[in-house]
């Protein structure tokens, strides 16, 4: 019973070993590590990973970008955590200094996600949208290159920017209205609080004006 024993041990201890081997890589998959990982040509796609274009296709993709003037990044993570997005913007932290303008996350449902920084977040939605239609992972990449270099079509938040400036400039000017006009009333109260004087200090000097004269 102890050999039997012994040996349920020995190969409970070797599954173990095998398994966290297996397990490994899969649990490795960090922002940084994929930070690291695209440092070259700018992709990483996880092992196992069903991805419908070629690795190299994307690189070429990629690099059209960079010609462009546009710094991409591909990734197409096993396991993104907490979701796609939130994982791509880590990859794009935990990058660093390495200057890059976006980076596409694919995922194996289809809706890839695309996370770019503060000067093009006004293209996002367009982005996101030619990520999702293209026929392939390498078109997305064309695609989104397409859609972040182009103008920003007129939006909403514009719009509401330039009413928002218009309506601050009104309320300005009445601002300024009404004060000009509470101090028009004020001087004018003054005057006719002097000409009150005036004429109370004139009715007051005239009786004895006349009563000198009598005396005389």
Do not use: C
């Amino acid at each position: 019973m102890r050999v039997r024993h012994g040996l349920w041990i020995r190969a409970s201890f070797v599954s173990a070993i095998i398994f966290a081997g297996l397990a490994g890589p899969a649990a490795a998959e960090t922002p940084i590590e994929v930070a690291n990982a695209v440092a070259d040509d700018g992709v990483y796609i996880a092992a196992g990973f069903d991805i419908d274009a070629e690795e190299a296709d994307i690189a070429v993709a990629i690099a059209e970008a960079r010609r462009e003037g546009l710094e991409i990044i591909a990734i197409a993570p096993r396991s993104p955590q907490p979701d796609a997005e939130s994982f791509g913007l880590r990859v794009l932290q935990a990058s660093g200094t390495a200057g890059y303008d976006a980076v596409v996350v694919f995922t194996e449902d289809g809706q890839h996600q695309v996370v770019v920084i503060d000067e093009y977040k006004n293209r996002i939605l367009r982005s996101i949208e030619a990520a999702q239609q293209a026929p392939n992972a390498a078109a997305s990449i064309s695609a989104v290159t397409t859609a972040m270099l182009a103008e920003p079509d007129p939006s909403v938040p514009a719009a509401i920017d330039v009413v928002s400036g218009w309506v601050f400039t009104l309320i300005a000017i009445l601002a300024i209205a009404v004060i000009l006009d509470v101090l028009w009333r004020q001087h004018l109260r003054r005057r006719y609080q002097q000409r009150i004087a005036d004429a109370q200090a004139a009715e007051s000097n005239a009786p004895q004006s006349n009563s000198s004269q009598s005396n005389a």
